[in-house]
T-cell receptor, first 115, second 109 residues
């Protein structure tokens, strides 16, 4: 099956710093990628939809200036958490959908801990 | 908001068939039924999807009622590795994927 890779798998950063998470579709092109956040024992919450070459669309309540999304190519989208705070600690997951397919494929997730 | 209703948890004995129900009474004609699962601390894994006919693949079978208002995911011979949260999602082909709370499936040895 198609592979989506996230990097890093986990990261610890100091409060006030920024962290960048990469999401790559390794063997297919993805016009659209999605970013989710998941807190412990909760479901995945969609944060934003990332479209190659255009601005991301953010879900209601998600701060676009805090969670910067760039989708510069058909195989790479990045999420930057700016000025991170402890409440941003979470499991961040990306998903990529094949241009002509039904399924969406998910990365393995990135666990962010802000101290 | 999620358009589906699933039981919060289920148990199944190892080696038996696991039948996970999902209600989606407001499903539209162009919406498909998708199933994903998430094993602890991993990203979700696609299992199967269908529109109105029953579907089967190497992982599972999907049974959709004739009125399309509910469906059942069947894992024919559950193993301990099938312990996960299973999400039933309805969406049109190009829609974003919105997750509900899912069903936490425990496979009992």
């Amino acid at each position: 099956g198609a592979v989506v890779s996230q990097h890093p798998s986990w990261v610890i950063c100091k409060s006030g710093t920024s962290v960048k998470i990469e999401c790559r579709s390794l063997d297919f092109q993805a016009t659209t990628m999605f970013w989710y956040r998941q807190f412990p024992k909760q479901s995945l919450m969609l944060m934003a939809t990332s479209n190659e070459g255009s601005k991301a669309t953010y879900e209601q309540g998600v701060e676009k200036d805090k969670f910067l999304i760039n989708h510069a190519s058909l195989t790479l989208s990045t999420l930057t958490v700016t000025s991170a705070h402890p409440e941003d600690s979470s499991f961040y997951i990306c998903s990529a959908r094949k241009n002509w397919g039904f399924e969406a494929f998910f990365g393995q997730g990135t666990r962010l801990t802000v101290v | 908001d999620a358009k589906t209703t699933q039981p919060p948890s289920m148990d199944c004995a190892e080696g038996r068939a696991a039948n996970l129900p999902c209600n989606h009474s407001t499903i539209s004609g162009n919406e498909y039924v998708y199933w994903y699962r998430q094993i602890h601390s991993q990203g979700p894994q696609y299992i199967i999807h269908g529109l109105k006919n029953n579907e089967t693949n190497e992982m599972a079978s999907l049974i959709i009622t004739e009125d399309r208002k509910s469906s059942t995911l069947i894992l024919p011979h559950a193993t301990l590795r099938d312990t996960a949260v299973y999400y039933c999602i309805v969406r049109a082909r190009d829609d974003k994927i919105i997750f509900g709370k899912g069903t936490r499936l425990h496979i009992l040895p």
